[in-house]
C-alpha cells in the first residue's frame, strides 16, 4: 500500500513538473510572438526599402493610460564619407515615453553601435546620426537594429525594451 502512494506521488510530481515545463515554453513562445523579442538574426524585410513603419510598442500599465508607439523605417545607410548614418526614426506625439535609441551593425557575428541618440521625447524625429562606430566596419550590407530603452513621465527607465530588427547599408 504504501508502494503504491510513492508510486502516485511521484507519477502526480512527474506531470506537474511536464505541465509546468509545457506551460512556461508556450508562454515564452507568445512573448516573442507578441514582443518580437525573440532571438533571431533574421534581417527586416529588404521590401521595406524607404517605406515608414508605424509599430505599437507594448502597453506598460493595467489602465492603458501609460502607452509608447514608434515609426521607423527599415534600413539605415551610413556615408563613411560624411560619417553620417541616414535613417527615420519618429517617437509620435501621441507616445507617452521617451526613447534612447542605438543603431547596431550586425558584423560576424558582433554587434558594433555605430549612432545612438540619447532622448527623443514624443514628437521628436530623427533622419541623421553622426556615423561613430565602436569599431571599424567595412563598405557592405549588414543586419542591424534599433535598441530602444523607453522611460516613463518621470525620466525612470522602464523595465520592457526592444530592438526592431533592420537592414544596415555602409558606404
Given at each position: 500500500m504504501?508502494?503504491?502512494k510513492?508510486?502516485?506521488?511521484?507519477?502526480?510530481?512527474?506531470?506537474?513538473?511536464?505541465?509546468a515545463?509545457?506551460?512556461?515554453?508556450?508562454?515564452?513562445?507568445?512573448?516573442?510572438?507578441?514582443?518580437?523579442?525573440?532571438?533571431?538574426?533574421?534581417?527586416?524585410?529588404?521590401?521595406?526599402?524607404?517605406?515608414?513603419?508605424?509599430?505599437?510598442?507594448?502597453?506598460?500599465?493595467?489602465?492603458?493610460?501609460?502607452?509608447?508607439?514608434?515609426?521607423?523605417?527599415?534600413?539605415?545607410?551610413?556615408?563613411?564619407?560624411?560619417?553620417?548614418?541616414?535613417?527615420?526614426?519618429?517617437?509620435?506625439?501621441?507616445?507617452?515615453?521617451?526613447?534612447?535609441?542605438?543603431?547596431?551593425?550586425?558584423?560576424?557575428?558582433?554587434?558594433?553601435?555605430?549612432?545612438?541618440?540619447?532622448r527623443?521625447?514624443?514628437?521628436?524625429?530623427?533622419?541623421?546620426?553622426?556615423?561613430?562606430?565602436?569599431?571599424?566596419?567595412?563598405?557592405?550590407?549588414?543586419?542591424?537594429?534599433?535598441?530602444?530603452?523607453f522611460?516613463?513621465?518621470?525620466?525612470?527607465?522602464?523595465?520592457?525594451?526592444?530592438?526592431?530588427?533592420?537592414?544596415?547599408?555602409?558606404?
Amino acid at each position: 500500500m504504501q508502494n503504491n502512494k510513492a508510486v502516485k506521488l511521484i507519477v502526480i510530481f512527474f506531470v506537474t513538473a511536464f505541465s509546468a515545463t509545457v506551460l512556461a515554453m508556450a508562454g515564452a513562445f507568445l512573448y516573442e510572438k507578441i514582443t518580437g523579442n525573440g532571438n533571431s538574426n533574421k534581417p527586416a524585410e529588404s521590401s521595406a526599402g524607404s517605406q515608414n513603419k508605424s509599430e505599437p510598442s507594448p502597453n506598460y500599465t493595467n489602465d492603458g493610460s501609460s502607452t509608447a508607439s514608434i515609426e521607423y523605417s527599415g534600413n539605415a545607410t551610413v556615408n563613411t564619407t560624411e560619417n553620417i548614418v541616414s535613417f527615420h526614426f519618429k517617437n509620435p506625439s501621441k507616445s507617452k515615453k521617451s526613447i534612447s535609441l542605438k543603431i547596431v551593425a550586425i558584423v560576424n557575428g558582433e554587434e558594433i553601435v555605430i549612432g545612438k541618440k540619447d532622448r527623443l521625447a514624443p514628437g521628436d524625429l530623427v533622419k541623421e546620426l553622426p556615423y561613430q562606430p565602436e569599431k571599424e566596419i567595412e563598405k557592405g550590407n549588414y543586419d542591424g537594429k534599433y535598441v530602444l530603452h523607453f522611460y516613463n513621465e518621470a525620466g525612470e527607465e522602464e523595465i520592457v525594451n526592444s530592438e526592431v530588427l533592420i537592414n544596415i547599408r555602409v558606404n
